[in-house]
């Protein structure tokens, strides 16, 4: 008998790690490619796409860098991070809290469930409605696109924060409005910061959405190329006969990094918060 739980354990973990090493390829090898061609003349990437790079060369940073439009591109890019984060932080969790706390309610309940339509709607089916609106109202700009990010994170920061604040004990918060505080004291010294693991785990995720989106801006900014984002601006290394790699991937990984960093930095409030979240669902 325990022999074959032996066996049966040896073969488990040799599966899994097959598996784990399958998922590390899957990951690591599109980033080794961006790394190792990023350092490459167009010659040599057109020789080995796959190859080392025969010595490292820093043209295509120094290139791209020196690109007179590309600091103007972060800085919008930047902007419409910052921007969206910001209406994302305000706007998500007081109506969530609104909805968790009077989901009794008809109105609360049916705003609820209206909300979370969008997430079954595909975004294909409404690109082109959002577009027109957005054009009538004169919003193909960045602070449309703001907007347009803050409302469509609406769906997901309900679905998530709503079940989270239920989960909440409601005793410290009539212990708080015993103590005199208003419905929006409770709520901003109590409750946000109760939800704190939550929601810092959507602002990470909304983050890396609205930095590497590239659908959004190119409906609404396309025209405007005075405040194209990252995305769009690594869209320009490709032509109808040829395509740039080198710069397009040193491009790519100049644009991943502060993103890479703003996910380390919050990964122990994503799994914080996606656990807390799990334990009291």
Avoid at 43 to 64: D, M, Q, R, T, V
Wanted: net charge positive; proline share 4%; aromatic share 16%.
């Amino acid at each position: 008998m325990n022999v074959s739980i032996r066996k049966e354990g040896l073969g488990w973990r040799i599966l899994r790690n097959i598996i784990l090493l399958i998922g590390i390829i899957i990951i690591l090898g599109p980033m080794y490619l961006v790394i190792i061609n990023s350092f490459k003349t167009l010659e040599e990437a057109g020789k080995g796409f796959f190859s080392f790079p025969k010595a490292l060369n820093f043209s295509n940073y120094a290139e791209l860098l020196s690109k007179g439009n590309y600091w103007r591109v972060v800085w919008n890019t930047a902007l419409i991070t910052v921007g969206s984060v910001f209406i994302v932080l305000v706007i998500n969790p007081t109506v969530s809290y609104a909805i968790a706390r009077n989901r009794h309610k008809k109105y609360y309940k049916f705003l609820y469930l209206y909300i979370l339509l969008g997430l079954f709607v595909p975004f294909q089916v409404i690109m082109l409605p959002l577009t027109k609106i957005m054009t009538n109202m004169n919003l193909l700009n960045p602070f449309g696109l703001i907007l347009l990010y803050g409302a469509l994170s609406l769906t997901r920061g309900v679905f998530l924060l709503v079940n989270y604040i239920e989960g909440m004990p409601t005793e410290i918060e009539e212990a708080a409005r015993i103590d005199g505080c208003s419905t929006f004291q409770i709520y901003y010294l109590v409750t946000l910061r109760l939800i704190m693991p939550m929601l810092v785990t959507l602002i990470i995720m909304d983050s890396l959405w609205f930095w590497n989106d590239f659908m959004l801006p190119l409906l609404i900014l396309n025209k405007a190329k005075e405040f194209w984002t990252l995305p769009l601006f690594q869209y320009n290394f490709k032509t109808e006969y040829s395509f740039n790699y080198t710069m397009a991937f040193t491009s790519y990984l100049m644009a991943m990094l502060p993103i890479i960093v703003i996910y380390a930095a919050g990964q122990k409030y994503i799994i914080a918060g996606l656990t807390e979240g799990a334990i009291k669902g």
